[in-house]
């Protein structure tokens, strides 16, 4: 689950109970005052409480998703990785992706290359670990920290040819590619009475329709898709 963290830890014992297995905590600032001006609510510290909650319940590691704008939070990068010194959480920096409604620009973009050297910099035991065959970030771990660093590079470095991410969103619609525009229903079929392998056949053939890799960062900034809070984390 990806969760803005705000009530999480009150609910998160139950959503254990219920076999919630994993973790995505989204979180951009570390400093309250910049959190209230980037989400415009108060809420900083349930946030962080979440995150320990999650932690003292036996998620590991919790993932911590940062997404990383010039002139917002890029210089907050070393301080996310600070964290990771005493928490087994996996910090997952983002590079700034285009969506409706979030006024994307080139000049926000902080390219992993960019962060990876900042990181280097104040961090010279950083070292690289191994991905696993479908895995859509680069992972790293600086020697003696409890927890990891990512970095999920969908604006510089794609990762299309591996990555097995389907989304099924609130409204039935199922999208093979995150900044793909084109959705198929799931949910007419089903309402229509569809078998399991006549939704099978219409996954399928969604799947194989998905490209090797998306089109470039300009291109994918004027394709219209949808905001990010309408199709999930």
Known sequence: MTTNGIVLANKLPRLKECGLGSINVSLDTLLPAKFEFMTRRKGHERVLKSIDAAIELGYNPVKVNCVVMRGFNDDEICDFVQLTQEKPINVRFIEFMPFDGNIWNVKKLVPYAEMLDTVVKNFPKLERIADAPTETAKNFRVDDHQGTVSFITSMTEHFCAGCNRLRLLADGNFKVCLFGPSEVSLRDPLRGGA????????????????????TGIFDLASTPNRPMIHIGG
Do not use: R, T
């Not at 399991?196 to 329709?209: N, Q, S, T």
């Open 195 to 214: 078998s399991d392998d006549e939704l099978k056949y219409i996954i399928g053939a969604a799947v194989k329709k998905k490209k090797q890799a998306h």
